[in-house]
């Protein structure tokens, strides 16, 4: 069942595949959703929903319970101080004392925010680096974008819009051993819209893209096939992967699509 078809929940950002038996495999308008009740932590990240599915026989219905993982982004509340510190850092506060060098341009932050995020950071400033005496680190392959991103995660805890740039995010959180950016970048790749899923899957192998996310990914190019073929993104990627290109057109009108529905 497509994720779109899916009811929406508060905090929910990403859903993974529902696996129905082969029996109850109906047409998704069959499907009568009851009001969910649902229970969410991030420490686990599952939800119960409880639905009614018509079947073929208009006289009965069946009710059964799908359990699923969901991961659920919970408001995150930024101290006054922090929220003040990045607001200063913007302004180009005289207080920063560490900087993040690129694309020849240098990003002031503060070394006591860097170093409680990252631990890589805080090993830089605390040791006997170059960096612990200056301050200053040079960021190499990464865009300006990524890095200003980057910096603004660290203060807020927050990825605001950073559409094509989940991989260079993804690769400085694994850069810098920041753990909860990797898994955030992971649940942004599970929502990226179809040309968006075909760029990534243009770009791989990547070392930071596990299997779980590539299958997703493929699943969002086979569930939204009209938007897939009709974008520039499509007319690129069978140029570039005219294998790889035949093999997406056979599982989008093939049974092999049921595969990719279920679970890993």
Known sequence: MPVSQLPTFHHILAVAEIHVPDAMCLNPSSYYWNPPTTTVSRDEPRLCISFTVQTERVDELRCFTVQLRVYATPEVQVSTLVSRLNQARLQGDPQC????????????????????????????????????????????????????????????????????????????????????????????????????????????????????????????????????????????????????AELLVAVSSSELTVSLMQPV
């Open 97 to 244: 004392d560490a900087s993040l060098c690129v694309e020849g341009e240098w990003l002031p932050a503060h070394r006591l925010v860097l170093a409680t995020q990252s631990p890589v950071f805080a090993k830089m400033f605390g040791g006997d680096f170059k960096e612990a005496g200056d301050g200053r680190v040079h960021l190499k392959d990464v865009s300006k974008g990524a890095a200003e991103l980057l910096l603004e995660y660290m203060y807020t805890d927050r990825l605001e819009k950073c559409e094509g740039l989940e991989l260079e995010l993804l690769d400085l959180a694994e850069r810098y051993c920041m753990n909860q950016l990797k898994q955030e970048c992971r649940l942004l790749l599970w929502t990226v819209n179809a040309p968006r899923a075909l760029q990534v899957l243009r770009g791989l192998p990547n070392p930071h893209v596990d299997a779980d996310t590539k299958k997703r990914l493929v699943r969002i190019v086979v569930d939204n096939w009209k938007a897939t073929t009709e974008s520039s993104e499509w007319q690129e990627f069978q140029a570039e992967n005219p294998l790889a």
